[in-house]
Every structure is written in C-alpha cells, then in structure tokens.
Nanobody, 116 residues
Framework: QVQLVESGGGLVQPGGSLRLSCVAS????????MYWYRRAPGKERELVAS???????NYADSVKGRFTISRDNAKNTVYLQMNNLKPEDTAVYYC??????????WGQGTQVTVSS
C-alpha cells in the first residue's frame, strides 16, 4: 500500500515562497500520476497542480505563473514550489497519487498560512 508524506508547510508573509515535498513509499513512484490539492477553510477541495508520467503538467488558473510542480523519480518525491504567495493561498495542501486513473493514496496534509 502506497503511503504519502508531505512536508514543507508553514507561515509565510505575502510575496514569500515555500516548497512543499511529498515522499511516496514503495518502488513504483515513476508510474504514478501525482497531484497537489488544497482545501481552504470553508471551501471545497481544489486541484492545484498535476504531473503525469509523460511529464505533462497542469495548473489551476489561480496559481499559474506562481507555482511549479516537479518530480524526482529517483527520490520518490513530488514538489510544489510556491512563489509570490498570497493570503488566498492559505490552505491545507495534500498530495495524491493515482495509477492508470485508480486512486492510490492521499497524504496527511501540510498547513500553509500566508499572513503578515
């Protein structure tokens, strides 16, 4: 069973940056599609970014030009580099893995708070 562990959240001022990491257990990471989602207080869960095994990447319009998703298959890790953070980016961020469209696992979430 795949397990995902996120890290890298914290408190940052508007305009600041954070890098989230998500490490997957097991040896099949390279064939997973990986996603970053977030849930802000009182809001629905939102897909932030996704990266496919082909290398194709998608972003939510709200983060385009500010966030970058990447993966290091040798380290079983997916990253989310977040720049120019805004208060509306405040949320719990979760990574998620699928394989051939089948959901595999969710991480426990990491809190990102953007505030002065």
């Amino acid at each position: 069973q795949v397990q995902l562990v996120e890290s890298g959240g914290g408190l940052v001022q508007p305009g600041g940056s954070l890098r989230l990491s998500c490490v997957a257990s097991g040896s099949a990471f390279s064939i997973y599609t990986m996603y970053w989602y977030r849930r802000a207080p009182g809001k629905e869960r939102e897909l932030v970014a996704s990266i496919y095994i082909s290398g194709m990447i998608n972003y939510a319009d709200s983060v385009k030009g500010r966030f970058t998703i990447s993966r290091d298959n040798a380290k079983n890790t997916v990253y989310l580099q977040m720049n120019n953070l805004k208060p509306e980016d405040t949320a719990v961020y979760y990574c998620h893995a699928t394989q051939s469209g089948v959901p595999l696992a969710w991480g426990q979430g990491t809190q990102v708070t953007v505030s002065s």
